[in-house]
């Protein structure tokens, strides 16, 4: 298998200004190609500390990927020192001057005369297009071994290492690894992998636990020649994780519980309401995330006083004095007069103890109860966290606010 | 100066399964101590590669700072091979094993036999506590080099490093860096260089222009031999970019603008509601992150749809017919209706197009306006982002709606 190094270089990553996010987005790429990862290294932009880890790395490995110091400014020294040191001559191209100037023209911006620094590009190489941004990318192969140079910037490396870099590594790929990742809410870590204890065992595809805030999810991970088999494989152990946890899986490869709860809802042509006490915005931000949200989401009441619970939602008095204001009959109630208030189809409702304290006497921050009203139809559920973290608290009441909406649909969808 | 590499251990590192932040808090810890930082180094669990690593690094550096692979399972090699390599032998502590044993038991957790493996530690070396785990962290000293090794998970390495590294190393500091940032909203960043062009060109202390979302920010950083007399260099720069930039102003190391709000409204006693249209509980979120909010946020209206804009907060369907619902006019109406129904003395809103798409032919997204309606007053304010991206639009349009609050109690106060 081919073994590559991964090499990011600038000062600012060194001063701890920016963090080093490249090499874990080149490193799950790579891994998912089949290629060995051995080594991070990080330098600045110092043209003889630089030469010594390009020296270094291709003594011990196949490919080194550089990513950074591609800019415009005397002290962006990747290209130059890279290349000479893989035995690559850097030439003028007047194509890339071209380029770099439309790209100034068409932003309306005058370009520095520097910026022609990056029309250099290497004798023998091959040039990766810049569609987000001015430095051209490259790539070089000697003897077996391979040099990547990347700009910088994650939003222009990221989808230039997608388009480019990874057909140049072709060559290099030792197989086509694929993931999925079914997410669950309402389980916990352990008692999911002991429901799929054998699977956790299998070889290929692979089955791993993973814990969010407030949730659990199994990575299915299948290696094959091509991406087709690999999914073949993937498959039916997905399908059989179903099975066994559906009750508790809201997706796979969902980007968050909120994005199946607008999917699910703009389905059936469903509307929802939120009222949120400890949670206070949150679900209604989470919701809202999605675009196209507004279909399906017209109104959320934060109400953080007992005041504007009675004024806004109706909820009774005494239902707050008799059971106080973090309790399942104030859930129940809340959800019912934001699903009236609205007219929306169902109402979901979160009150609780956020942390980093409690607020009432003999009662613990992470003691959080949420409801769901619809027509004819009610939950409620208590969880209690055991957290002070407010912004887990928080983040995790919400989650499971919106999980009994997929709760709701899934029991309408069996009548 | 000092040289120190930092060399992060952990096969999960290089397959891109966790993101290294352990070493830009390093590198930044380290700055502010005057020592340079010239390499960062991922490896994996292989004892040869490690030793590799650790032999390169203290040929180059004075101090190796290793995180990582301090765990009881036997990939877990950080310990054995960094001691190794440096020439300290490792000997089991009884006293450690009591203590990992008693962590064990405060938590009431069985503990594996494995665990025992942390409690050995370098005959001559100095043992760091972790009061958030059980693997102990560890110095050692010889012919003028250091190694520091401490445990991989952030909230574990991070105090230990404060609360014993930095004291450890203190013979190797050079001086002392103390950094504030002046944070503003509602000027950009090139406006407010202009401002403060003169102080940029310092050299100590230096003074630099950083961009948030929606937001821009100076840090002044200077350097001393302590931090008192570092602060002192510090501070009448500050108040000088203050002089200047007041009014954009609206804090210094305010972890945001929602903390400031909080703060300035709890000094004053005054209360706070929102109405939300695109933001849509983000402004409500914001604020109930801050502990205590709860003080002076008691209700928050999310009124996505134009209905729910009418029924909940009165505002007139003539102003959304005429005008539309993203209007200086709606979010007047929205402003002063949400203050209506809440009873705070304040009330500030929110209407706008987050995008990705405008919903308005002829609309771009990122146009935004915000209000704030209190007793004899009321200003409402025009953003245009000219983004797409939703989260920054949200984000950005909730800060100017909160920064109309301390606008608004800054003339208050000048009353």
Do not use: W
């Not at 194509?95 to 029309?119: H, P, V």
């Not at 250099?120 to 040039?127: A, D, R, S, W």
């Not at 953080?304 to 399942?328: H, R």
Request: aromatic share 6%; charged share 25%; with cysteine.
């Amino acid at each position: 298998m081919a073994v590559c190094e991964i090499l990011s270089v600038g000062t600012e990553i060194l001063l701890g200004d920016i963090l080093n996010t490249n090499s874990r987005f080149l490193s799950r790429k790579l891994a998912e190609m089949g290629i060995t990862v051995h080594r991070h290294t990080s330098v600045g932009d110092n043209p003889e500390r630089l030469a010594q880890a390009v020296r270094e790395a291709f003594s011990r490995s196949d490919i080194v990927i550089a990513t950074g110091g591609l800019g415009p400014t005397p002290d962006d020294i990747t290209r130059e020192v890279c290349c000479r040191e893989f035995g690559f001559e850097l030439e003028f191209s007047s194509e890339q001057a071209d380029k770099i100037k439309s790209y100034f023209e068409r932003k309306g911006i005058a370009m520095a005369e520097n910026n022609l620094r990056q029309a250099y590009i290497p004798k023998g190489g091959t040039v990766f297009e810049n569609r987000n941004g001015t430095a051209p990318g490259m790539g070089m192969k000697k003897n077996g071994k391979c040099l990547v140079i990347l700009p910088g910037p994650p939003y222009e490396m990221a989808p230039m290492f997608t388009q480019c870099a990874v057909p140049f590594l072709e060559e290099y790929r030792a197989c086509t690894i694929v993931s999925h990742e079914v997410r669950t809410i309402g389980i916990g870590e352990s008692s999911l992998a002991a429901l799929t204890a054998d699977l956790l065992e299998m070889e290929n595809p692979t089955v791993a636990p993973y814990c969010k805030p407030g949730e659990a999810l199994l990575r299915v991970s299948a290696r094959a020649r091509d991406a087709e088999t690999a999914e073949e494989l993937a498959k039916p152990v997905i399908d059989e994780i179903i099975n066994r946890a559906g009750e508790y899986v809201y997706g796979v490869d969902a980007n968050g519980i909120e994005e199946s709860v607008v999917a699910a809802l703009k389905e059936r042509g469903l509307t929802l309401a939120a009222a949120e006490s400890c949670t206070a915005g949150y679900i209604a931000k989470r919701i809202t995330d999605i675009p196209g949200a507004s279909a399906v989401f017209h109104c959320g009441m934060v109400t953080y006083s007992n005041d504007i619970k009675i004024k806004t939602l109706g909820v009774k008095k005494e239902t707050i004095d008799n059971y106080g204001a973090v309790s399942e009959e104030t859930a129940r109630e809340m959800a019912a007069g934001v699903r009236r208030v609205s007219g929306a189809d169902m109402g979901i409702s979160v009150t609780g103890f956020a942390g980093p304290d409690a607020d009432e006497p003999g009662k613990a921050p992470g003691l959080i109860f949420t409801a769901l009203d619809a027509e004819n139809f009610l939950i409620c559920e208590k969880l209690e966290t055991g957290r002070t973290d407010r912004e887990y608290n928080r983040y995790v009441a919400a989650s499971r606010a919106l999980s009994l909406v997929l709760k709701y649909l899934k029991r309408q969808d069996v009548q």
